[in-house]
């Protein structure tokens, strides 16, 4: 009983804006626009007035999603490359400063992102990147997270299978790819979810790096909806929610184990 409470306490904002999103502009103006705003759950006339002012109407918002869409992927897949060799290297090759580099691998991980916001602004604006996506995505791609998740996952992984398979000629690549990457299927899941969770949820990063407001993507945008259309600021809300969940619906047992696995809380 206490977790089916628990339950519906944490879905109930999404299921708030679901229901509010079909509520047409005069509706929600009547209910949050008199400076006293009333809890209202249920529609009064069920409309798509606000999805057609989305996604049809004004494509503004589209436009935001899709750049937060291409942001997320290309992230995702940055850091994917960057994680799982490191990791692979971290996990299986011995090299001189190995365990130091680990060491501060952890250190970086464990300081909250606004600690390195200052140094990452330097460094990009030396590379003359501040303005563009790339300010966003570079730093994003070399996360330290990414490179204990998928190390603590291959250390996991039984030495002998990779000694066996340099006996047979393999090279290092064709190891990491037929063998330590089916392997890592559950971490790399994991990896994927929580990089596209984190990414597309991103919020200091646009306002420092990029000096444009136009090219903020719609994590920055919905805030500023209300302030346009009151009445698109659910629609937007589930705009935002979807791809994120779809993604944790659809990965969800192998990204629990994966965290499972590799003794993450």
């Known amino acids: 009983m206490t977790l089916v409470l628990f339950s519906v306490f944490f879905l109930l904002p999404i299921i708030y804006t679901v229901s509010n999103s079909f509520m047409s502009s ?36 589209l436009v935001k999603f899709w750049i937060s869409i291409l942001l997320s992927v290309l992230i995702v897949i940055g ?11 971290f996990a299986k090759f011995e090299f001189w400063g190995r365990d130091v580099l680990f060491f501060i691998v952890i250190t970086v991980m464990m300081m909250p992102y ?68 089916p392997y890592s299927k559950s971490g790399v899941t994991a990896l994927v979810v929580l990089s596209f969770i984190d990414s597309w949820n991103m919020v200091e990063q646009p306002i420092v790096f990029l000096n444009n407001p136009y090219r903020y993507p719609l994590s920055i945008f919905l805030s500023q909806v209300s302030a346009n259309n009151p009445g698109a600021v659910f629609a937007c809300g589930v705009l935002a929610m979807l791809p994120v969940l779809l993604l944790f619906a659809y990965c969800k047992d192998d990204m629990i184990r994966g965290i499972r696995f590799t003794g993450l809380k």
């Not at 204990?148 to 291959?154: A, N």
């Open 114 to 181: 606004q600690v390195t916001l200052v140094s990452n602004y330097i460094v990009l604006d030396g590379m003359g990147l501040i303005g563009t996506y790339a300010a966003l995505v570079l730093p994003a791609v070399f996360s330290p997270f990414g490179v204990f998740l998928m190390r603590q996952m291959i250390s996991a992984m039984p030495t002998d299978i990779i000694e066996a398979a340099r006996l047979d000629g393999a090279g290092e690549l064709r190891i990491l790819w037929k063998i330590v990457l």
């Open 79 to 89: 850091q994917l490359f960057v994680s799982v060799t490191a990791g692979y290297a």
């Open 26 to 61: 005069a509706e929600i103006n009547g209910y949050y626009g008199t400076g006293s705003a009333e809890f209202h759950l249920i529609p009064d006339d069920f409309t798509l007035e606000a999805y057609k002012e989305i996604l049809w109407d004004s494509p503004f918002y």
